[in-house]
């Protein structure tokens, strides 16, 4: 869930205070390449961002602290990002390597991973970038181990999966990564974002989504009053969550979390599982172990729920059993939203659409474009 301009500002400025250029000017460019030159509202704060790092460089000291490549820099790919994060030795690398590939470095020594490292998770509609990260230390947030850079990685995600040692204490492991979360402002929750907050540069409240009642949008108008925020629109993927909103208004990033008790083989793993169900009800909680992939089906389908994808089809002729391309959407898409990431559609010139599933009353109903899409909905667009 992004955060107004503003208050972006004031976190990049609390992150890059006491540090030295080269530590400020990588913050700073991170944040300059996660900004979307076409996010409406941000124009501003990425001019003062760019001259910033214009004035660290020209300090003589442009470069990462390790060296001109910043390792905590890790490129977009695919539809979505999931961090895979824990403590010491929990076995977070060999997961990520054996069930996105990651080219990960696996040993029994602790700390192994000494910088983030990235698979993909290829799914039929799109793929899910994976990443491996350095542990999460007591005393992360302030600057143990990899420090705040790293608590930053894991913010960029859109889900995150909280690997944990059946052979350890796993609902002390789990509320230490939590704490440290917290306290970076990232705020680990069981589910899927139901409200996403977007800024914008103009165009006054708006609401995009699923529909929203009177009364809903009247609370959410008045605390984006109260907050400052003139301009940006709310989309409901779910339900209006008036906590969610609120969260993101107070510069908290909402992130859509499950455990993974890893080396379900140890005698204590049974317990484990019980013991974290008991300590965060709600959370899903997955037994794993890399060795022989056990309940890897069941891992993929949790992340996919906790990203809030939902599967549809595109159909090459206006009949539900032509040739389909599958895509992963997410909840509250449009049929527009669909036309703009679809392969072979030009989004311009489509004017509406047939569907076959749920979201209509009639196999091969005709809809306009901002008609909601549901899961296994099948669409055909008509230009």
Same mark, same amino acid.
């Given at each position: 869930?992004?955060?107004?301009?503003?208050?972006?500002?004031?976190?990049?400025?609390?992150?890059?205070?006491?540090?030295?250029?080269?530590?400020?000017?990588?913050?700073?460019?991170?944040?300059?390449?996660?900004?979307?030159?076409?996010?409406?509202?941000?124009?501003?704060?990425?001019?003062?961002?760019?001259?910033?790092?214009?004035?660290?460089?020209?300090?003589?000291?442009?470069?990462?602290?390790?060296?001109?490549?910043?390792?905590?820099?890790?490129?977009?790919?695919?539809?979505?990002?999931?961090?895979?994060?824990?403590?010491?030795?929990?076995?977070?690398?060999?997961?990520?390597?054996?069930?996105?590939?990651?080219?990960?470095?696996?040993?029994?020594?602790?700390?192994?991973?000494?910088?983030?490292?990235?698979?993909?998770?290829?799914?039929?509609?799109?793929?899910?970038?994976?990443?491996?990260?350095?542990?999460?230390?007591?005393?992360?947030?302030?600057?143990?181990?990899?420090? *705040? #850079?790293? &608590?930053?990685?894991?913010?960029?995600?859109? @889900?995150? %999966?909280? /690997?944990?040692? $059946?052979?350890?204490?796993?609902?002390?492991?789990?509320?230490?990564?939590?704490?440290?979360?917290?306290?970076?402002?990232?705020?680990?929750?069981?589910?899927?974002?139901?409200?996403?907050?977007?800024?914008?540069?103009?165009?006054?409240?708006?609401?995009?989504?699923?529909?929203?009642?009177?009364?809903?949008?009247?609370?959410? *108008? #008045?605390? &984006?009053?109260?907050?400052?925020?003139?301009? @940006?629109? %709310?989309? /409901?993927?779910? $339900?209006?969550?008036?906590?969610?909103?609120?969260?993101?208004?107070?510069?908290?990033?909402?992130?859509?979390?499950?455990?993974?008790?890893?080396?379900?083989?140890?005698?204590?793993?049974?317990?484990?599982?019980?013991?974290?169900?008991?300590?965060?009800?709600?959370?899903?909680?997955?037994?794993?172990?890399?060795?022989?992939?056990?309940?890897?089906?069941?891992?993929?389908?949790?992340?996919?729920?906790?990203?809030?994808?939902?599967?549809?089809?595109?159909?090459?002729?206006?009949?539900?059993?032509?040739?389909?391309?599958?895509?992963?959407?997410?909840?509250?898409?449009?049929?527009?939203?669909?036309?703009?990431?679809?392969?072979?559609?030009?989004?311009?010139?489509?004017?509406?659409?047939?569907?076959?599933?749920?979201?209509?009353?009639?196999?091969?109903?005709?809809?306009?474009?901002?008609?909601?899409?549901?899961?296994?909905?099948?669409?055909?667009?008509?230009?």
């Amino acid at each position: 869930m992004h955060l107004p301009a503003n208050h972006l500002w004031r976190k990049i400025e609390s992150e890059i205070t006491g540090k030295d250029h080269a530590e400020a000017a990588a913050i700073m460019r991170r944040y300059l390449d996660e900004i979307p030159a076409s996010w409406r509202g941000y124009q501003a704060l990425r001019d003062r961002l760019v001259k910033r790092v214009g004035r660290s460089e020209a300090a003589g000291a442009g470069r990462s602290t390790r060296g001109s490549r910043d390792e905590f820099h890790v490129q977009r790919r695919g539809i979505a990002r999931v961090c895979f994060i824990g403590a010491a030795n929990c076995g977070k690398s060999a997961i990520v390597n054996a069930f996105a590939q990651a080219p990960t470095e696996v040993n029994d020594f602790p700390q192994t991973t000494r910088e983030p490292v990235a698979g993909l998770l290829r799914l039929g509609g799109g793929d899910i970038q994976c990443l491996d990260t350095p542990a999460i230390l007591p005393g992360t947030v302030g600057g143990e181990g990899f420090g *705040r #850079r790293l &608590l930053h990685l894991v913010s960029t995600g859109d @889900a995150a %999966v909280v /690997v944990l040692d $059946a052979g350890e204490d796993v609902t002390s492991q789990a509320r230490l990564i939590m704490a440290e979360l917290a306290a970076f402002g990232v705020r680990l929750q069981p589910h899927a974002i139901g409200t996403e907050l977007t800024p914008q540069g103009r165009g006054g409240i708006s609401f995009a989504g699923e529909p929203i009642d009177k009364a809903d949008a009247s609370v959410a *108008r #008045r605390m &984006l009053t109260e907050a400052e925020v003139m301009h @940006a629109r %709310v989309t /409901v993927r779910s $339900a209006f969550s008036e906590d969610e909103l609120a969260a993101s208004l107070a510069g908290q990033t909402l992130m859509p979390t499950l455990f993974v008790v890893n080396k379900d083989d140890l005698p204590g793993a049974g317990k484990a599982e019980t013991d974290l169900r008991d300590a965060f009800p709600g959370h899903a909680v997955i037994r794993t172990n890399f060795l022989d992939e056990a309940n890897f089906d069941d891992l993929q389908a949790t992340i996919v729920s906790a990203l809030g994808l939902r599967a549809v089809a595109v159909l090459d002729e206006p009949a539900a059993d032509a040739r389909a391309a599958p895509l992963l959407m997410r909840a509250g898409s449009s049929a527009r939203d669909i036309a703009e990431r679809a392969e072979g559609v030009d989004d311009s010139s489509v004017v509406a659409a047939l569907v076959w599933g749920d979201s209509v009353k009639h196999p091969g109903q005709e809809v306009g474009l901002s008609h909601l899409v549901a899961d296994g909905d099948r669409v055909h667009f008509r230009a």
